[in-house]
Each structure stands twice: as structure tokens, then as C-alpha cells.
């Protein structure tokens, strides 16, 4: 079965760099969610759009933004990079009588590091 | 805001050994849970949820969890664990109104052969 596709599963990036990560959703999912996981942390939602619309917020710093297409895929970005950004950014979809119900899809990640 | 607890950081059985993860929630409303389990390496993966019904729901894996209102738990229990069983598992709780889920700081769970 198709799942949740992140691009690119790496990157690194240098202080006050920006970067931007991609999310493919599962095929006929509307709905995109973005968490951030620290080192050894839990995942921390950050925003989530449905039928290209924010849907919510959360955690997500004024130095991000986010979006999504027209084909229901996302995109994170980010920019004037921190140490402290460096994570796993989670991407993760649901269909939206699945999503009501919080069920959600969860893509490989991308793993951020900045140096 | 809602929170998530779960207890148990760090977790070592041997093979066969039963299994008990603790996960409390702060929400006094109407919630959906979640268990994920995380394996090395990969991605977040959905272990069961729980909705409504029958409180004892069971998962994949030979996983199940209990949800007790009364007590604000959801704890996940497996009566034998098994090698490849070693992953962090995170307990999520989902309010109405909102689509977010909220995380627990996660369990891993280490089991020796």
C-alpha cells in the first residue's frame, strides 16, 4: 500500500540557512499534519492543513511556514536556521472522516541537522 | 492544554516476558487514543486506537490496550514479548475540536534474547 512520502530524508543546513521539506500524502488523503521530534524527544505537532486550508497550530515558530498544494502535498519552511531546529520532521495524512477521529498516517521523517 | 504521562522511560524484559506500559492523559473531555510504536530507524507506526465501545481494544502484533476513564489511563500490555518487540512506544491522545495529537515523552522498550 502507498504511504505518507517525505523528500528529502536528509539535509543539512548551516545557521541562518533556510530549507524545505516536502510531503507527499497518501493518495486521496486531504488532510497533511507536520510534528517536529527533538533528540529524544516526542513528537511535537506543529501545523496541519486541510483541503488546502490551516486546519491548526501549534508549535510551529514564526520563522516557519507551511502550505499545501493543489495536489494535497506539503511543504515546511524554514528559514534564519537555529541548532535547535535540528530534528526529525514527521509528516503524516488522513482522510477527513479518519482524520476526525485523529487517525493519522505517518510518513519516514526528515532528518534535519544544522550546523 | 492537554498533557500525556507516560511513566515508564526506559524498559528492559527478557524473551516471553509479559509487558505493562502506563500512559495517563490530562483532558477531561471526549478523547481518542492512540499507541505508536517507533522501531529503530523508522517511522511512526499505529500499534491500535480507541474510540468508543468496548474499553479493551486490541492491536496488532498480539498488542492490546485498556482505556479507564475513570482513572485517565491507557495502558498497553502484551502477555509475551518478543526480540523484535525492541522500539520506543508512544501513547497519543487526540481531543474533539482539535486534529493535533498529543504525544507522551514515549517508552523504550528494550527486550533481550
Known amino acids: 500500500a502507498a504511504g505518507v512520502i517525505q523528500s528529502p530524508r536528509h539535509l543539512i543546513k548551516e545557521k541562518r540557512e533556510t530549507a524545505t521539506l516536502k510531503c507527499y500524502p497518501i493518495?486521496?488523503?486531504?488532510?497533511v499534519y507536520w510534528y517536529q521530534q527533538g533528540p529524544g524527544q516526542d513528537p511535537q505537532f506543529l501545523i496541519s492543513?486541510?483541503?488546502?486550508?490551516?486546519?491548526d497550530k501549534g508549535s510551529i515558530p514564526d520563522r516557519f511556514s507551511a502550505q499545501q498544494f493543489s495536489d494535497y502535498h506539503s511543504e515546511l519552511n524554514m528559514s534564519s536556521l537555529e541548532l535547535g531546529d535540528s530534528a526529525l520532521y514527521f509528516c503524516?495524512?488522513?482522510?477527513?472522516?479518519?482524520?476526525?477521529?485523529?487517525?493519522?498516517?505517518f510518513g519516514p521523517g526528515t532528518r534535519l541537522t544544522v550546523l | 492544554a492537554q498533557s500525556v504521562s507516560q511513566h515508564n522511560h526506559h524498559v528492559i524484559l527478557s524473551e516471553a516476558a509479559s509487558l505493562e506500559l502506563g500512559c495517563n492523559y490530562s483532558?477531561?473531555?471526549?478523547?481518542?487514543l492512540f499507541w505508536y510504536v517507533q522501531y529503530p530507524g523508522q517511522h511512526l507506526q499505529l500499534l491500535l486506537k480507541?474510540?468508543?465501545?468496548?474499553?479493551l481494544v486490541k492491536g496488532i502484533k498480539g498488542f492490546e490496550a485498556e482505556f479507564i476513564k475513570s482513572k485517565f489511563s491507557f495502558n498497553l500490555r502484551k502477555p509475551s514479548v518478543q526480540w523484535s518487540d525492541t522500539a520506543e512506544y508512544f501513547c497519543?491522545?487526540?481531543?474533539?475540536?482539535?486534529?493535533?495529537?498529543?504525544f507522551g515523552s514515549g517508552t523504550r522498550l528494550q527486550v533481550q534474547p
Open positions: 503524516a495524512s488522513s482522510f477527513r472522516v479518519e482524520g476526525a477521529t485523529g487517525t493519522q498516517y
Open positions: 493518495p486521496r488523503h486531504d488532510t
Open positions: 492543513f486541510y483541503e488546502k486550508m490551516q486546519s
Open positions: 483532558y477531561g473531555g471526549t478523547v481518542n
Open positions: 480507541y474510540f468508543s465501545g468496548d474499553p
Open positions: 497519543a491522545v487526540k481531543n474533539t475540536g482539535r486534529r493535533a495529537l498529543t
